[in-house]
């Protein structure tokens, strides 16, 4: 995983250089992007099906690929924060989830220009490159900082998004909005952010961020409480102390 990631990486640090000249351009780098996008999914593709020849793949750009083994898939997301890179900010991440039977054994989140690489294997703990992670100890939401998703044009859940805004804001120290699902997961599990919520991500957006948070010690459900669904996309993310607290400020409860 670390060798796909870093391989694909290559690609796009060259590509996320060239944006700026592109930005200037009358096309814009729309078209630009999505051609990146793919070139970095096709790298992946080829190194883990060298690694793992008998293995599924769910990718954002090409979709499902069933497996001979059945058991193992690869969910894999070349550009997460696509709009970040679009606009020459530096703050996008490779992810990368294997699952086995449904349940995520393995996650990698690099992020090649601050070239930090998250990556966790189910009952071996949460890094970040050499560093072990741990989510952070705060256990008061007046302390928390967290970090959420902002649905915008063409996605649904505009007005029940400000209503948790306005649940939550009054309570803690700070909301940040990145762009980045699989980072924002990385930093709660690295104990940058105390807690993250958002709803309809993807599959591949989320997979290896769901490992980070609990291999670090922290808790992550959909907003019910109940286990998070890939197909579903809500997640909230928070250490042991703050998730609950955070479910019911997000739920009206607090
Ligand atoms: C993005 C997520 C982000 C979310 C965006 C988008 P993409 O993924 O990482 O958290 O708010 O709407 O889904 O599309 O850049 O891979």
Redesign the pocket.
């Known amino acids: 995983m670390t060798a796909a990631a870093q391989k694909a990486a290559r690609g796009l640090k060259r590509d996320f250089g060239e944006i700026e000249q592109l930005q200037v351009s009358r096309k814009g780098p729309s078209d630009f992007v999505s051609a990146a996008d793919v070139k970095a999914e096709k790298v992946l593709r080829q190194e883990l099906l060298k690694a793992r020849p008998r293995f599924g793949f769910l990718m954002?750009e090409s979709g499902e690929t069933k497996g001979e083994d059945g058991h193992h898939r690869w969910i894999v997301?070349p550009?997460?924060?696509?709009?970040?890179?679009l606009h020459g900010i530096p703050h996008?991440a490779i992810s990368i989830g294997l699952e086995m039977d449904g349940d995520i054994i393995a996650g990698l989140v690099f992020n090649p220009i601050a070239d930090e690489m998250y990556y966790a294997e189910k009952g071996k703990g949460a890094f970040l490159n050499d560093r072990r992670l741990r989510v952070s100890a705060r256990d008061s939401l007046a302390d928390a900082l967290l970090a959420?998703?902002?649905?915008?044009r063409g996605?649904p859940g505009h007005a029940p998004f400000l209503t948790e805004l306005e649940r939550v804001m009054p309570h803690v120290a700070g909301v940040r909005?990145?762009?980045?699902?699989?980072?924002?997961l990385a930093y709660v599990a690295s104990g940058r952010y105390d807690g993250y919520w958002?709803k309809?991500?993807?599959p591949?957006?989320v997979a290896a961020g769901i490992l980070l948070v609990r291999e670090a010690g922290g808790f992550i459900s959909d907003f019910d409480g109940s286990k998070e669904d890939l197909a579903k996309g809500h997640v909230v993310a928070a250490n042991a102390k703050l998730h609950k607290p955070i479910l019911d400020l997000l739920a009206g409860k607090a």
């Open positions: 954002e997301d550009i997460d924060g696509t709009t970040n890179f996008f959420t998703g902002i649905p915008f996605r909005r990145a762009g980045t699902a699989s980072l924002d958002e309809g991500l993807q591949w957006d």
